[in-house]
């Protein structure tokens, strides 16, 4: 993952990235918009700041919409969705275990090891890489009240330099979250430094009650 700076803004959006875990720019490749927005001290300039970078360089938040009410309001559930996808993160070709097995740091080969097992073990489904960096289980539509919509995988990780990103907010999920160990929280996913510290047979779980709230939203 190639090692590029933030661009220049305020120092409360610089900050607001370093405290979630994010040191260099590819790191946001495939993050979804909504969740950064929501960061202390982010606001729509640093966002848009951050979008034109990435976008240098190919890469897209995985949920990358100019109109910031579209991203604050979230799905639609009034518009009707035409199929068509809007989403720069797509799935790839890549083989999600090749690319574990090519990470730069030991301690991201094996947190993807692990979680390679477990997701597939609690989703029954196969790995996809979502973008460079994300490894994805299922996928599902979304349209925003903008309009936009396109195609996001229904849970995920990713192993990054500075965390593990874990993919699997389900709806209430704070009775688990309370005995799950050491972890930081976003909008929709979880930031994990220390994989030894967290109880798996919680994470487990986690996973699984995540994965039936988004398999019922599909029906």
């Not at 083989?95 to 979680?115: C, I, N």
């Not at 995920?156 to 965390?163: A, E, H, L, Q, V």
């Not at 704070?174 to 005995?179: F, G």
Request: hydrophobic fraction near 35%; proline fraction near 7%; glycine fraction near 10%.
């Amino acid at each position: 993952m190639a090692e590029i700076t933030f661009p220049r803004t305020g120092r409360p959006a610089l900050d607001a990235l370093a405290n979630a875990g994010y040191t260099h720019l590819a790191e946001l490749d495939g993050v979804p918009m909504r969740e950064v927005l929501a960061l202390h001290g982010m606001g729509p300039q640093g966002v848009g700041a951050l979008r034109r970078a990435m976008a240098e360089h190919g890469w897209a938040f995985a949920d990358d919409d100019p109109s910031v009410g579209a991203v604050q309001g979230g799905p639609s559930a009034t518009r009707k969705a035409t199929g068509r996808n809007d989403n720069q993160t797509e799935p790839t070709a890549v083989d999600p275990v090749e690319w574990v097995e090519s990470l730069p740091k030991p301690r991201q080969v094996e947190q993807g090891r692990a979680m390679l097992k477990l997701f597939g073990e609690v989703t029954g489904e196969p790995a996809r890489m979502w973008g460079p960096s994300m490894i994805g289980y299922g996928s599902q539509h979304y349209v925003y009240e903008s309009g936009r919509e396109g195609d996001a995988m229904r849970l995920g990780f990713s192993p990054r330099s500075t965390s593990l990103t874990l993919y699997v907010l389900g709806s209430e999920p704070e009775p688990l979250l309370d005995r799950l160990g050491p972890h930081k929280r976003g909008v929709s996913c979880l930031y994990v430094t220390n994989l030894d510290k967290i109880d798996l047979d919680v994470l487990r779980e986690l996973i699984a009650k995540a994965w039936r709230d988004a398999t019922a939203d599909l029906r």
